[in-house]
């Protein structure tokens, strides 16, 4: 009888597989510490690609389709940064859930548009930053024709789209009733065509591409703007005020629901749109003649964009000042340069946001005693100097010296926003303001509330 040979059966199963296990299990742990070391020592740098910055408030529905159809149709590099204005519909538990697909920051309150946007600037990592709207759906190409149209000219300051719902010249007619019949018209409407692109005024703020060089140029949004309308108006004048153009790329087409979150609003809509409307006009006057000023004076003095460049917004700023950052961190402001403050500070400071004192270069500490002394000559009235005093004519504005040049202040807002009002006015005829050579415009600060 042939004896069958019993089947032998491997040696120490459970322990080689409980060292499998461990193994596995450090590996696993290995791997994030290093992934977590590399995102710590990796923090500070840019990537080249773009930074898209979507505020959200109480729209989960629209949220989800505008991310999903963003992954759907975007080939080019990006990241999404969710900023939620302490919505109560699950829009938290929806991006925790996106399992790192998202960026997202949920704060404590309704910082509004502008806010909200601030802190996605914050958090931005891309080369490029785009604010989107979350009531919108992006389409093949979407981004491709517009970064086209930006990369097209270094003057370009701002690209947006066109669509079916938005106030201006981005207004297109659509043959589609159903979102569902969108994609096939926005395929067509979206093929690459130069000639198709159209400088213009003003873009509206439900998407907007810019270069990160230019924001640092410029800085964060005017939060002073509250919960929405006009912050994206207020945008638009700063870009021109930096001699950049405004271009809409109308071979890129993408949906627009219809500002869902500000209409949420209801009767409250009007009572916010007329106070910021009010903010506008106090901060601005007449930004129109301002801005067709400054585009005359560039074509006649082509250094002006220079000297622009290297302070960005802050050429539009005082100097002789003291300005305090968000940190509490005072700088003397004179000659260009900001100098760190040493020592208890009692005066009147600025509050400004970082990136706009990081424009200034660094120079050395200054004593609080010595800014005192310089505030106190500024103050005195007797003697020749004007510098850092103010003048006044019978046209009803007030000017700030500076180096022997008079210095316009657009408004009222301007004037006290910069803690200049403690300052002696010296009147002067209209002939001898006229004989005072011209600097730049000074324009208020915009309104912070920064903070992650």
């Known amino acids: 009888m042939r004896r069958i040979a019993a089947k032998k059966r491997p040696r120490n199963t459970r322990q080689s597989r409980v060292r499998q296990q461990a193994s596995y299990a450090q590996g696993v742990e290995q791997g994030y510490q290093d992934g977590r070391q590399a995102g710590f020592t990796s923090y500070n740098e840019k990537f080249q690609g773009t930074s898209i910055i979507i505020p959200s408030y109480n729209q989960l529905q629209y949220l989800k389709m505008c991310i999903e159809s963003i992954m759907d149709h975007t080939d080019l590099a990006y990241e999404i940064i969710v900023i939620d204005n302490a919505s109560t519909d699950g829009t938290g538990s929806y991006l925790a859930q996106l399992d790192g697909q998202v960026r997202y920051r949920i704060l404590s309150e309704n910082f509004g548009?502008?806010?909200?946007?601030?802190?996605?600037m914050m958090m931005a990592k891309g080369t490029m930053m785009l604010i989107l709207n979350n009531d919108t759906l992006v389409t093949d190409n979407w981004l491709d024709n517009m970064m086209a149209c930006l990369n097209s000219n270094p003057q370009i300051g701002m690209v947006g789209p066109v669509t079916n719902y938005i106030g201006g010249e981005q207004l297109i007619e659509v043959p589609y009733t159903n979102v569902a019949d969108m994609p096939d018209f926005a395929r067509l409407n979206n093929v690459p065509d130069s000639r198709r692109w159209q400088q213009v005024d003003r873009l509206t703020g439900f998407c907007l591409l810019l270069r990160r060089e230019l924001w640092e140029k410029i800085g964060y949004f005017d939060e002073g703007f509250e919960i929405g309308n006009f912050e994206d108006d207020d945008y638009n004048i700063r870009v021109k005020l930096l001699g950049y153009s405004l271009v809409i790329a109308r071979d890129s087409f993408i949906h627009h629901f219809g500002s869902v979150s500000i209409k949420a609003l209801g009767a409250q809509l009007e009572e916010v749109n007329n106070r910021n409307l009010q903010h506008y006009m106090n901060k601005w006057g007449n930004p129109h003649e301002?801005?067709?000023?400054?585009?005359?004076?560039?074509?006649?003095?082509?250094?002006l964009k220079a000297e622009i460049a290297v302070l960005g917004e802050a050429a539009y700023y005082p100097d002789s000042i003291a300005v305090t950052s968000i940190k509490g961190s005072v700088y003397w402001i004179e000659g260009g340069v900001r100098r760190p403050v040493e020592g208890e500070f009692a005066g009147e400071a600025s509050h400004i946001g970082q990136i706009d004192i990081r424009r200034w270069a660094i120079g050395p500490p200054i004593s609080s005693e010595e800014v005192h002394a310089r505030r106190q000559q500024m103050l005195a009235m007797e003697g020749s100097?004007?510098?850092g005093k103010i003048v006044s004519g019978l046209d009803g504005f007030h000017y700030y010296m500076q180096q022997g040049l008079k210095r316009k202040m657009i408004?009222?807002?301007?004037?006290?926003g910069w803690a200049l009002t403690a300052r002696p006015s010296v009147q002067l005829t209209m002939e001898q303001l006229q004989a005072i050579p011209e600097g730049l415009p000074i324009i208020p600060a915009v309104k912070l509330r920064q903070q992650l």
């Open 385 to 387: 100097e004007l510098h």
């Open 290 to 303: 301002l801005v067709s000023v400054m585009k005359h004076r560039f074509t006649e003095q082509p250094a």
């Open 113 to 120: 548009f502008a806010g909200a946007v601030n802190r996605g």
């Open 411 to 416: 408004t009222e807002a301007a004037y006290e």
